[in-house]
């Protein structure tokens, strides 16, 4: 069981913005993605999402094509914090949260839907905003509220099958503490059995919380694997023209990138 793109490609008019790409993401795992802009993250984040379509290849959610997937089985299993969500009204916090459970009502909102609402606000640090409206909220406020939604929907385990989550940009609009915050939930709901892909730009976060890393550029996959594997000075410098230090730090779960100045790009 996996959620996996298989042979898939993107193109926007002539020219081809993703692929031909191999990926899986397995239950129990995050993966982070990452690479310089441009490289094609979000787009594959997209395809992977079902929002894009692919010109080739297919996506499959625990072996069938995602496209055969009912939407609201597809949305008990798939969840997606885009880098932004818009909303106009002025839905309370709480009633955001509450937004993610939608797939599971066939009744009246009930006690477990507010129960899992609650529980996705404080894996935020969000519970103290319940109350306020969602546009008086700031862009960092409005990110962690979006991803209670996501986690709202995304709470329940499955009788079969597994529940994936995509984050785009999930940490861009937060302070220190709340990116670390975000991604801690992620690793919790990896640890729980279900399957994290998160684009990130930080390589330092992606290697601490990932357990594999992609690193895109040009829409293609260069490498794949532990952040320690993949992290050397020399693909940092190839992919993201920057020379870097790559060192083992005491007490880190992986290695820690120290910039030292840009370096010019190579093919």
Not at 26 to 32: F, I, S, T, Y
Not at 125 to 132: P, V
Request: a neutral charge.
């Amino acid at each position: 069981m996996s959620l996996e793109v298989r042979g898939i490609e993107v193109w926007r008019g002539r020219g081809r913005t993703l692929g031909p790409m191999d990926l899986m993401l397995q239950p129990g795992e995050v993966l982070a993605v990452v690479g310089p802009n441009g490289a094609g993250k979000s787009t594959l984040l997209s395809a992977m999402s079902g929002e894009l379509r692919c010109s080739t290849g297919e996506v499959l959610l625990d072996g069938t094509p995602l496209l055969h997937w009912k939407p609201r089985e597809r949305a008990m299993r798939l969840g997606v914090l885009p880098q932004e969500s818009s909303l106009g009204f002025g839905f309370t916090a709480l009633e955001v949260a509450l937004l993610g459970r939608s797939p599971h009502a066939s009744r009246a909102e009930g006690s477990a839907d507010l129960a899992a609402a609650v529980a996705a606000l404080d894996a935020t640090d969000t519970r103290h905003l319940a109350s306020r409206s969602y546009l008086t909220l700031s862009g960092g406020e409005r990110q962690r509220v979006q991803l209670s939604r996501v986690l709202a929907q995304l709470s329940e385990p499955l009788a079969s099958g597994h529940r994936y989550l995509l984050l785009d940009e999930p940490t861009a609009s937060l302070d220190l503490a709340h990116q670390h915050l975000v991604l801690e939930a992620a690793a919790r709901f990896a640890l729980a059995g279900g399957a994290v892909l998160a684009v990130l730009h930080d390589l330092n976060l992606a290697a601490r919380y990932a357990h594999r890393m992609a690193v895109l550029a040009e829409g293609r996959v260069v490498e794949l694997g532990t952040p320690a594997q993949v992290l050397s000075p020399e693909l940092v410098a190839r992919v993201f023209g920057l020379r870097v230090q790559v060192v083992e730090w005491p007490g880190s779960p992986g290695p820690l990138v120290i910039p030292e100045g840009r370096a010019p790009l190579t093919p």
